[in-house]
C-alpha cells in the first residue's frame, strides 16, 4: 500500500513539474524570437555594412591600392577564384543588398546558393581552360595567386579533381552540366522544352502563311515561359514585401484564377496554361448585327452575377439611341449690345418682312416625292460571320493579357462600318490601362485605326470600335423607309444614320434646336447637309417649312435652287448672307410681336390658335411655316462680316427656337476664329465628321475622338440631351437621286414660289463694311452713321484719325468704325487713306459745325 502510495505521489508531483518547466521552455522561446526579430533589423543593417566595407576594400586591393593589407588580400582572392576574383566584390554587394531587402525570402536563400553555384562552375571552367601543370590542388592556389589568372583553388577542386577521375573531357562535360544546372535552378527555366516549344512556334508560324488555322483562342498564351517551380505557379501565400513592389503590385497584379489544377496532375506540354486565366467561352458572347432587332439575351456579366449573387432583376443594358431630343429651357443667354440698324435698313427689313410673311402665307398644293426616286439599298455579301468576330474577340483578349489586362468579352455590335467589341475589366483593373494599349491593340488587329469608348454610358464595360473589313454603303432610301423616320411627328425630321448596332438614328431639329457641322474636307460634310435637306422635303410641305441656304461655294446648294421649299433663292454671295441673317433676326423679332398679341408663347401654340379662326382668309392672321437657315461654309461668312455675322447668329440660336427658326451651321476649318466660344454656348447640338487633329475635335464637340474617324459619313452625333457624342454612319445621296427629287419638285410646282419682291431687297440690302455710295437704297442719297457727328468732333479734337481710336472710343466694331471713317472721308474731314500712314485732319471744328450747318 504505501509503494502504490509513493507511486501516486511521484506522478503527481512529475506532472506539474512537467508543465511548468514546458510553460518556461516556450516563454524563453517567445522571449528569444522577440529578441531576435527586435534585434534582426540592425544586425543586418551592421552585416551589410561590413560586407560592402569589405567589397570596398576587395576591389583596391585586387588594383594594389590598399597598402600591406591590400596584398595579403589580393594573394587571398587571386588563389582562391583566381581571374575571376574581379567579379568578387561586385558579387558580394548585390546578394548582400538583395538579402537586406529580402531577408524573410526563403526562396531567395536558396538562390543566392544556386548564384554561388554557378560562380563555382565558372571557376572551375576557366581553370579548366588554362590546365596549369600541377601535382595537387593546393599548387594551384600558388600559380593562381602569382598569375592572377585562372580559376584558383575553387576552381582547382572541380577542374583538377574531375580531371583525375574523368579526364579532361569528362570533366569539362560535368563542369558544364553543373553550370546548367544552378542556372535552370536559379532561372527556373526548362531549357530543352523551351528550345522544343520555339521550333512548334516556329513550325506553327510557318503553316500560317499557307492555310489559315482555325482561331485558337490559346494562342496569345502559348508564348509564355516554361516554369517548373511549384512555388510560383501554385497559388502562394502572401508575403511581406518592399514598399516598392506592393506599389508595383497593386498597378499590374491581377487576382489569379481561384480554379488552378495542382502541378502534379498536369502534363509537361501543359504546364504553361496554368498561369494564364482560364479561356472564355466565347460562344456565349451576344452578337448584334445591324438590320436585326437584337435577341437581348442575358450576357456573360449578367450570367456571372446571377450566379454568384442569385440576383434576379435584369441588369440595365445600353439606353436606347433617343430618336428625338428633350426640350431644354432657352440656351445661355449672353448679354451683347444690340445690333443697331439704321433708318434705311429698319425700311428694307420692315419691306422683306411684309414680302416674305405674305410669301409664307400663300398656300401651295404640294404633291410628296417617291421614294422610288432613291436607290434601293444593296448588300455587298462581304459582312463578317459570326465565327470571325468571335476570333476577332480572342484575339483582343489576348492582346490585352498579354499585357496583364484581365478582362471578359461582352457582347459584339456589327455596325455598317466599324464593329465595337465590350470589354467588361476584371475587378482592379483601371479604365486608364486599357486606353493607354491604343496602339498595342491597333498593331495586333492589324487595323487601320481604332477608337477606344471607357466606358461605354450606361454600360460596365469598355467599348473598342474597329474598322470593318469591307465597310456597308447606307442609302438613304432606307433610312426614310425606317419606321423611326415614318413616326416620327415632326416636320423638321432629320435622318442622320445608323449607330454602331445598326440602329437608325432619327433626330427633330426643332428640338435640337440648332446644329453645327464640322469636318475635314471629304469627311461627308456635304453629304451630310443633302441628307439633312431630302429628309425635309420628304417630310414636310413648303406650307409648313421653309429653307434659306447659304452657298458661298456656289457649287454644292445651288442644285436646290426654285424647290418649293425655298423663300428666297439661294444666296451665293457672302455679304448678301450677312443680310439675309439680319433679316431672320428682324423676322424673329416680329414673330415674337404676334406671340405677344395672341398671347401664346411659341409658334406651335400660335399655328393651334390660327386653326381656330373663322376669318381665315385674313393675311395677318395666318399660319407661320417654320425655317431652317442652311449655311454650307460659316468660315467664308465670318471673314466677309464676323462681327455681324456673329451677333446675328447668336440673337438667332438664343431667342429664335420658340419662333420657329433654326440654324444648321456648317463648315470645313473647325477653328476657335469660326466656332467662337460665344456661337457654341448657344449651339448644343453638333456633329463631328472626319478631322486631322484633336485640337479640331475638342472644338467641334468638346472632346477628342473625332480624329480616329474614318470618313465618308462616319461622324460623332452629340444632340444636347446626351452625356457623350454616339458614333453614327451617314446615308450616301448621289448627285443622281438629289437632281432627280429636284426636277419632280420642279415640275409639280409650276416654277419658284418666292417672292420678286423678296429677292431685289435681300439684294439692295445694306452690305458691311461697304462704302456710302454702294449703301444707296434706290438712287437716293447717302445715310450718314447715328455716330458720325460724335466721331468727327472727338477726331478734330484729338488731331488723330483711325479706325482703332473709333473702335474704343465709342466701342463698336471694326467694319462700323471703317464705315464712320468713309464716311468722314468723302465730308472731307479727314484725308484719303495713305497706306500705313495716319489720315490728314483736313478740317477745324468751326469748318466742320458750317458743314452740319450747310448740310442739315
Same mark, same amino acid.
Given at each position: 500500500m504505501a509503494t502504490k502510495k509513493t507511486t501516486k505521489?511521484?506522478?503527481?508531483? =512529475?506532472?506539474?513539474?512537467?508543465?511548468?518547466?514546458?510553460?518556461?521552455?516556450?516563454?524563453?522561446?517567445?522571449?528569444?524570437?522577440?529578441?531576435?526579430?527586435? +534585434?534582426?533589423?540592425?544586425?543586418?543593417? %551592421?552585416?551589410?555594412?561590413?560586407?560592402?566595407?569589405?567589397?570596398?576594400?576587395?576591389?583596391?586591393?585586387?588594383?594594389?591600392? !590598399?597598402?600591406?593589407?591590400?596584398?595579403?588580400?589580393?594573394?587571398? *582572392?587571386?588563389?582562391?577564384? =583566381?581571374?575571376?576574383?574581379?567579379?568578387?566584390?561586385?558579387? *558580394?554587394?548585390?546578394?548582400? /543588398?538583395?538579402?537586406?531587402?529580402?531577408?524573410?525570402?526563403?526562396?531567395?536563400?536558396?538562390?543566392?546558393?544556386?548564384? +554561388?553555384?554557378?560562380?563555382?562552375?565558372?571557376?572551375?571552367?576557366?581553370?579548366?581552360?588554362?590546365?596549369?601543370?600541377?601535382?595537387?590542388?593546393?599548387?594551384?592556389?600558388?600559380? !593562381?595567386?602569382?598569375?592572377?589568372? =585562372?580559376?584558383?583553388?575553387?576552381?582547382?577542386?572541380?577542374?583538377? &579533381? *574531375? +580531371?583525375?577521375?574523368?579526364?579532361?573531357?569528362?570533366?569539362?562535360?560535368? %563542369?558544364?552540366?553543373?553550370?546548367?544546372?544552378?542556372?535552370?535552378?536559379?532561372?527556373?527555366?526548362? %531549357?530543352?522544352?523551351?528550345?522544343?516549344?520555339?521550333?512548334?512556334?516556329?513550325?506553327? @508560324?510557318?503553316?500560317?502563311?499557307?492555310?489559315?488555322p482555325e482561331p485558337v483562342y490559346s494562342r496569345g498564351r502559348q508564348m509564355s515561359t516554361y516554369t517548373f517551380d511549384k512555388e510560383e505557379t501554385a497559388k502562394a501565400k502572401p508575403k511581406k514585401e518592399t514598399r516598392k513592389k506592393r506599389a508595383k503590385k497593386a498597378e499590374t497584379e491581377i487576382p489569379e484564377n481561384k480554379n488552378t489544377v495542382s502541378q502534379k496532375e498536369i502534363k509537361p506540354e501543359a504546364q504553361m496554361e496554368e498561369v494564364v486565366p482560364e479561356v472564355q467561352d466565347?460562344? &456565349?458572347?451576344?452578337?448584334?448585327?445591324?438590320?436585326? &432587332?437584337?435577341?437581348?439575351?442575358?450576357?456573360?456579366?449578367?450570367?456571372? *452575377? &446571377?450566379?454568384?449573387? /442569385?440576383?434576379?432583376?435584369?441588369?440595365?443594358?445600353?439606353?436606347?439611341?433617343?430618336?428625338?431630343? @428633350?426640350?431644354?429651357d432657352e440656351p445661355v443667354k449672353q448679354k451683347k449690345e444690340p445690333v443697331k440698324i439704321t433708318k434705311e435698313d429698319k425700311k428694307e427689313m420692315d419691306a422683306v418682312h411684309k414680302d416674305l410673311s405674305k410669301a409664307a402665307t400663300e398656300q401651295i398644293p404640294y404633291r410628296f416625292p417617291s421614294l422610288d426616286l432613291l436607290n434601293k439599298p444593296k448588300s455587298n455579301g462581304k459582312r463578317m460571320d459570326n465565327s470571325e468576330l468571335r476570333a476577332t474577340a480572342a484575339k483582343l483578349q489576348s492582346t490585352l493579357d498579354s499585357f496583364g489586362v484581365r478582362v471578359k468579352m461582352g457582347d459584339i455590335s456589327l455596325g455598317p462600318s466599324v464593329t465595337r467589341y465590350e470589354l467588361i475589366p476584371e475587378q482592379g483593373v483601371k479604365v486608364s490601362r486599357i486606353t493607354g494599349l491604343s496602339d498595342d491593340i491597333k498593331l495586333s488587329l492589324a487595323a487601320s485605326d481604332i477608337r477606344i469608348e471607357a466606358p461605354i454610358p450606361g454600360k460596365a464595360a469598355v467599348g473598342i470600335e474597329v474598322p470593318n473589313p469591307a465597310r456597308e454603303m447606307i442609302t438613304l432610301r432606307e433610312l426614310l423607309e425606317s419606321s423611326e423616320f415614318t413616326k416620327a411627328k415632326s416636320k423638321v425630321t432629320f435622318a442622320v444614320g445608323k449607330d454602331i448596332s445598326g440602329k437608325t438614328i432619327v433626330t427633330d431639329i426643332a428640338k435640337m434646336p440648332h446644329l453645327l457641322i464640322a469636318g475635314a474636307t471629304g469627311s461627308g460634310k456635304s453629304v451630310l447637309i443633302n441628307t439633312l435637306i431630302m429628309s425635309i422635303i420628304y417630310k414636310a410641305d413648303p406650307n409648313e417649312v421653309k429653307m434659306i441656304m447659304v452657298d458661298p461655294k456656289m457649287v454644292e446648294l445651288t442644285a436646290y435652287e426654285d424647290i418649293p421649299h425655298l423663300m428666297i433663292p439661294v444666296v451665293k454671295d457672302p455679304k448678301k448672307a450677312s443680310a439675309a441673317l439680319g433679316w431672320a433676326v428682324a423676322e424673329m423679332t416680329g414673330r415674337y410681336q404676334k406671340f405677344a398679341d395672341a398671347g401664346v408663347r411659341d409658334i406651335k401654340s400660335y399655328n393651334a390658335k390660327m386653326d381656330k379662326l373663322t376669318n381665315k382668309d385674313d393675311p395677318d392672321y395666318q399660319k407661320m411655316p417654320q425655317i431652317v437657315i442652311i449655311v454650307d461654309e460659316f468660315a467664308d461668312l465670318m471673314m466677309v462680316a464676323p462681327g455681324e455675322v456673329e451677333d446675328s447668329v447668336c440673337r438667332l440660336a438664343q431667342l429664335a427656337r420658340a419662333a420657329g427658326i433654326h440654324l444648321v451651321l456648317a463648315t470645313q476649318r473647325p477653328s476657335v476664329n469660326v466656332i467662337t466660344g460665344l456661337i457654341k454656348a448657344n449651339i448644343p447640338s453638333r456633329i463631328a465628321l472626319s478631322v486631322s487633329s484633336a485640337v479640331d475635335s475638342r472644338t467641334i464637340i468638346d472632346s477628342a475622338g473625332a480624329e480616329k474617324l474614318l470618313g465618308n459619313g462616319d461622324m460623332l452625333f452629340a444632340p444636347q440631351n446626351l452625356p457623350k457624342p454616339i458614333r453614327v454612319q451617314g446615308a450616301f445621296v448621289s448627285d443622281e437621286e438629289r437632281d432627280s427629287v429636284v426636277s419632280f419638285l420642279k415640275e409639280q410646282s409650276n416654277g419658284p414660289s418666292y417672292n420678286e419682291e423678296v429677292t431685289k431687297h435681300i439684294d439692295?440690302?445694306?452690305?458691311?463694311?461697304?462704302?456710302?455710295?454702294?449703301?444707296?437704297?434706290?438712287?437716293?442719297?447717302p445715310e450718314q452713321d447715328e455716330l458720325f457727328v460724335e466721331a468727327a468732333r472727338f477726331i478734330i479734337e484729338k488731331d488723330k484719325a483711325s479706325i482703332g481710336l473709333l473702335q474704343r472710343m465709342f466701342r463698336i466694331g471694326f467694319n462700323r468704325a471703317a464705315r464712320i471713317m468713309d464716311q468722314l472721308s468723302d465730308a472731307g474731314v479727314v484725308g484719303p487713306e495713305e497706306g500705313t500712314k495716319p489720315r490728314q485732319i483736313l478740317m477745324s471744328i468751326e469748318q466742320f459745325e458750317n458743314y452740319l450747318e450747310e448740310n442739315g
Open positions: 505521489n511521484t506522478k503527481k508531483r =512529475g506532472r506539474p513539474a512537467s508543465k511548468s518547466n514546458t510553460k518556461r521552455t516556450v516563454s524563453s522561446r517567445k522571449n528569444t524570437s522577440k529578441k531576435t526579430k527586435q +534585434a534582426s533589423p540592425l544586425a543586418r543593417e %551592421i552585416v551589410f555594412l561590413a560586407l560592402f566595407v569589405f567589397a570596398i576594400l576587395s576591389l583596391l586591393s585586387l588594383f594594389q591600392m !590598399c597598402g600591406v593589407f591590400g596584398k595579403g588580400l589580393s594573394a587571398l *582572392l587571386f588563389g582562391l577564384l =583566381g581571374a575571376l576574383a574581379y567579379v568578387f566584390p561586385v558579387y *558580394l554587394v548585390v546578394t548582400a /543588398g538583395l538579402y537586406l531587402a529580402n531577408a524573410k525570402n526563403q526562396r531567395l536563400r536558396h538562390k543566392v546558393w544556386y548564384s +554561388a553555384g554557378i560562380y563555382w562552375s565558372v571557376c572551375g571552367l576557366f581553370q579548366w581552360v588554362v590546365n596549369d601543370p600541377v601535382q595537387n590542388v593546393w599548387e594551384v592556389y600558388t600559380v !593562381c595567386a602569382e598569375n592572377h589568372g =585562372g580559376g584558383g583553388f575553387f576552381g582547382g577542386i572541380l577542374s583538377f &579533381e *574531375l +580531371a583525375r577521375v574523368l579526364g579532361r573531357a569528362g570533366s569539362f562535360i560535368v %563542369i558544364l552540366a553543373l553550370f546548367l544546372l544552378f542556372f535552370m535552378l536559379l532561372s527556373k527555366k526548362l %531549357i530543352f522544352s523551351s528550345i522544343q516549344q520555339m521550333y512548334k512556334e516556329r513550325e506553327t @508560324d510557318e503553316d500560317y502563311y499557307y492555310e489559315e466565347l460562344s &456565349e458572347i451576344n452578337i448584334i448585327r445591324g438590320g436585326e &432587332e437584337p435577341v437581348r439575351e442575358s450576357s456573360v456579366y449578367e450570367k456571372e *452575377l &446571377e450566379e454568384k449573387f /442569385g440576383a434576379s432583376k435584369k441588369i440595365q443594358s445600353e439606353p436606347k439611341t433617343p430618336t428625338k431630343t @428633350d426640350t431644354v439692295t440690302a445694306p452690305v458691311p463694311g461697304a462704302k456710302n455710295d454702294s449703301n444707296t437704297a434706290h438712287g437716293g442719297a
